[in-house]
C-alpha cells in the first residue's frame, strides 16, 4: 500500500505543469475537478520503439471502435489506464514510458510479462470469452487455447492481469474520481476496487460497459467460472450494455445463477454476497466485508461524434475526393462493404 501511495504521488507530481503565477488560479481549478479514468485493455497510443525518433519511441493513435467512440467524449477531465504491449522494455524504459505518458497526456501504461500477456488476451479473452459471447460452445474442458496453455492456465493469467490493472487505478484514486471499465477483458475490476482492505476513495463511483453481445443465459452459463465473472461485474455502480437485450440477458443470467443472493426491481439489481447474506452473529466480520451493493444495468447504445464528421464533408479535400469519386463511377453502381472475417 506504501508503495502504490508514493507511485499515485511520483506520477501526480510529473503531470503537474509549470506554472505563471496569472495561472495558478486556473490549474487549482483543474487539479480540484472531476476525473473520468478510462481502464480498458487497449491504449489510446500504439507504442513502438523506434531509434529514429527522439526519445527512441513512436506514437499513433490506436485504431478500433471504443478509442474512436471515447475520443469524441467532451466535457470531462479523462485520464487512461491501460496495457502496454511493449514486452521487450527494460524496467528503466518502463519507468521513462510511464513518466512520459502520464506528464504528457494522462497516461498511465501497464507492462504485463509476455507469457501472462498472451494467455490473459489470447488464451481468455480471445479463445474463451469472445467465443462464448458469440455463440460459440464448442470447446471442450482441458481443450488447449490459442495460447497453448489449458482454460484454467489461462483463467489464472486473467486474474493476475486484473489484480495488476486494479493496483495501477488503486495508485491514482482520489476522492471524486469515478473510474469507467471497459469490456470483457477486465470483469473482474469492479468488484477488484472495493475489495476489503484497500483504501478507496469516498463514494467511489465505477462504471463498466461491454462492448460485444452478452449471450443468453443458457450459453453464458457453459463458462466453469460463470459465478466469479458475475460476482466481478457487480461490484459496479453502473453497469452498461450496447441494446436491451444484452441487459436482459445478464439479469437473468444473475439471477439465475447467483439465486437469492441478487434482488432485481425494474433494471436495479441489490446484491447481497453469500458471505453477508448467511452471516451470524459469529460471522459478523465477513458481513461486514461484504455489505449489499446496488447497481443500476441498462442498454446504452454507443454512438459516433456527428459534427466530427459533417467537418470532414464540409472540407476541400473530401469534396474533391467525392468529385473524383462520382467521375470514375459515373453511371455505375457502387456497392460499399465494411466488415471483418471473424475468427469464430
Known amino acids: 500500500a506504501s508503495a502504490r501511495r508514493s507511485l499515485g504521488a511520483e506520477l501526480e507530481r510529473d503531470r503537474q505543469p509549470k506554472r505563471r503565477d496569472g495561472e495558478l488560479d486556473r490549474w487549482w481549478l483543474e487539479q480540484r475537478s ?10 489510446p497510443l500504439q507504442i513502438k520503439r523506434n531509434a529514429s525518433v527522439a526519445g527512441g519511441w513512436e506514437y499513433s493513435v490506436s485504431s478500433g471502435g471504443m478509442v474512436s467512440a471515447l475520443l469524441g467524449v467532451r466535457g470531462v477531465r479523462m485520464v487512461w489506464v491501460g496495457w502496454c504491449a511493449v514486452d521487450d522494455a527494460t524496467p528503466a524504459e518502463q ?26 488476451y489470447n488464451g481468455f ?43 495501477a487505478v488503486r495508485s491514482i484514486l ?30 467511489l463511483k465505477v462504471g463498466w460497459f461491454l462492448h460485444t453481445p452478452w449471450p443468453s443465459p443458457e450459453v453464458f452459463r457453459t463458462l466453469p467460472m460463470r459465478r466469479q465473472l458475475l460476482e466481478g461485474l457487480l461490484g459496479a455502480d453502473v453497469l452498461g450494455f450496447h441494446v ?15 439465486g437469492d443472493e441478487v434482488a432485481l426491481s425494474a433494471r436495479k439489481l441489490t446484491w447481497t454476497p453469500a458471505a453477508a447474506a448467511n452471516a451470524d452473529a459469529e460471522h459478523a466480520d465477513a458481513a461486514a466485508a461484504a455489505p449489499s451493493h446496488s447497481l ?13 464528421f459533417e467537418r470532414a464533408l464540409a472540407s ?18 457502387v456497392l460499399l462493404g465494411i466488415d471483418r472475417v471473424d475468427y469464430i
Open 95 to 120: 519507468a521513462r514510458l510511464r513518466r512520459t505518458l502520464w506528464k504528457t497526456q494522462g497516461i498511465l501504461p501497464i507492462f504485463v510479462d509476455k507469457r501472462t500477456a498472451e494467455l490473459h
Open 174 to 203: 482520489r476522492p471524486g474520481d469515478t473510474v469507467w471499465v471497459h469490456d470483457y477483458h477486465l470483469m473482474l475490476l469492479p468488484s477488484l476496487l472495493r475489495k476489503p482492505g484497500y483504501d478507496a476513495p469516498a463514494r
Open 34 to 43: 472531476a476525473r473520468v479514468i478510462v481502464v480498458a485493455n487497449r491504449l
Open 296 to 308: 443500476v444495468v441498462d442498454a446504452y447504445p454507443i454512438g459516433i461524434d456527428p459534427p466530427k
Open 244 to 258: 436491451y437485450d444484452y441487459a436482459r440477458y445478464f439479469l437473468q443470467a444473475c439471477t439465475q445463477l447467483l
Open 125 to 167: 479473452c480471445n479463445d474463451v470469452l469472445w467465443p462464448n459471447f458469440h455463440y460459440v460452445v464448442a470447446r471442450t474442458p482441458g481443450e488447449e487455447t490459442a495460447a497453448g496453455a489449458t482454460e484454467q492456465e489461462a483463467w489464472a493469467a486473467y486474474r493476475a492481469v486484473n489484480e495488476q490493472f486494479a493496483e
Open 316 to 333: 476541400a479535400a473530401v469534396r474533391g475526393r467525392v468529385a473524383q469519386l462520382r467521375s470514375q463511377f459515373a453511371g455505375q453502381r
